[in-house]
Nanobody, 125 residues
Framework: VQLQASGGGLVQPGGSLRLSCAAS????????MAWFRQVPGKEREFVAA????????YYSESVKGRFSISRDNAKSMLYLQMNGLSAEDTAVYYC???????????????????WGQGTQVTVSS
């Protein structure tokens, strides 16, 4: 599967952004999907995930209550609605996919086989 992330940009603290990830090349609904983020010098960090066949999303503690992940299987799209942004959310955001991921590995970036190119989110006044 090929992934294309978009929607990043510059936003003021407290603002909102919606990231999108377009998937192609395979049956999107069969993939576990996730968002990760990374800042220079740090390891890629789990943000949120939406497993296949499961209506329950998963979030890191740092974004819970502010971010919302969703997927549209009919359109092969993954989204991340980000509200209440702060400078600590500044990072490159990546969408990721894998068809064989077990639940305990969902938070580990190295377990995902497919990645989008990343989209920069900068929160600054």
């Amino acid at each position: 599967v090929q992934l294309q992330a978009s929607g990043g940009g510059l936003v003021q603290p407290g603002g909102s952004l919606r990231l999108s990830c377009a998937a192609s090349g395979d049956t999107f609904s069969t993939y576990h999907m996730a968002w990760f983020r990374q800042v220079p010098g740090k390891e890629r960090e789990f943000v949120a995930a939406y497993r296949r066949y499961n209506s329950n999303p998963y979030y890191s503690e740092s974004v819970k209550g502010r971010f919302s992940i969703s997927r549209d299987n009919a359109k092969s799209m993954l989204y991340l609605q980000m509200n209440g942004l702060s400078a600590e959310d500044t990072a490159v955001y990546y969408c990721a996919a894998d068809s064989r991921l077990i639940l305990s590995s969902m938070w580990t970036w190295s377990r995902y086989a497919y990645w989008g190119q990343g989209t920069q989110v900068t929160v600054s006044s």
